[in-house]
């Protein structure tokens, strides 16, 4: 059943599904579609930062640092997912990495304010 599903339904069809729950505020539904979709495009960036996301959301840090990192390997000039892993980082007591991450995504987008509210916090 659950191989003949991930036939059915594209890498895309579960991604949207996925961030729908993500913006309906259902991260841990999310989680599991995008699961799939990373079972079916695991070299997808934004699949990656959708599910660490919906990780992060549900509290399992250590798991959304590694979809983050995969994201940040994947598409290198993701400022957002910078910011992301160094938000997972930070919580799971990597500060140095945390400050190194968004000091990148910083560099890559200057101006933007939850960027620089993150930096003076872990910079303090």
């Known amino acids: 059943m ?3 599903r991930l036939e059915r ?3 895309y069809d579960l991604f949207s599904k996925g961030v729908r729950f993500l913006d309906e505020g259902h ?3 999310a989680a599991m579609v995008l699961s799939m979709a990373k079972l079916i495009e695991p070299d ?3 699949i990656r930062s959708a599910l660490g996301r919906a990780l992060f959301m549900t509290g399992r840090m250590a798991r959304a640092r590694r979809e983050f990192a995969k994201a940040v390997d994947i598409n290198p000039s993701d400022d957002w997912a910078h910011f992301a892993l160094a938000l997972a980082c930070e919580r799971t ?6 400050l190194g991450h968004v000091k990148l995504a910083m560099a890559m ?3 933007i304010e939850h960027y620089e509210r993150a930096l003076r916090r872990l910079a303090g």
């Open 93 to 98: 007591g990597e500060r140095a990495r945390a």
């Open 27 to 29: 991260p841990h539904q």
């Open 2 to 4: 659950y191989s003949k």
């Open 9 to 11: 339904e594209t890498a």
């Open 109 to 111: 987008r200057p101006g």
């Open 44 to 46: 997808k960036g934004s």
